[in-house]
């Protein structure tokens, strides 16, 4: 058996918004954008690396998944975005106006800092 994550869903507040954060902000590729209902769209986003699992930007339709935007772990971080250029990476964050909440800071296992979406979910970069 061969089991690979493909897709975490990330609950949104609104599609379009979404991915132009994703994709200008962050430099994601929209990997598809399909017109499923009126109301319901399959939006796949991915960060650059080969093999990147990818995110489903899924549109909140109840009040309780409303209610969940920017918060779907209860204020932990949720993501975690790793670099082979954190500097850059951190520098990038900083011109896009990206709310960074800690860091950077040196781990054990490399450079890290925590910084929020659009939404306030929160991220850690990784290098």
């Not at 319901?40 to 969940?68: H, I, N």
Request: proline share 2%; hydrophobic share 45%; with cysteine.
């Amino acid at each position: 058996m061969n089991h690979r994550l493909m897709h975490i869903a990330l609950v949104v507040a609104d599609y379009d918004e979404a991915i132009a954060w994703y994709t200008e902000k962050l430099g994601f590729t929209l990997v598809e954008d399909t017109v499923l209902s009126d109301v319901k769209r399959w939006v796949l986003v991915q960060p650059s690396g080969e093999g990147s699992c990818q995110l489903l930007l899924a549109k909140a339709a109840t009040d309780e998944q409303k209610s969940r935007v920017g918060n779907q772990t209860g204020g932990r971080v949720f993501l975690f975005l790793h670099t082979d250029d954190f500097e850059k990476d951190h520098a990038n964050l900083i011109a896009q106006g990206i709310t960074i909440v800690r860091g950077p800071s040196e781990e054990e296992y490399g450079k890290v800092l925590v910084f929020a979406d659009l939404y306030g979910n929160l991220w850690d970069l990784i290098g």
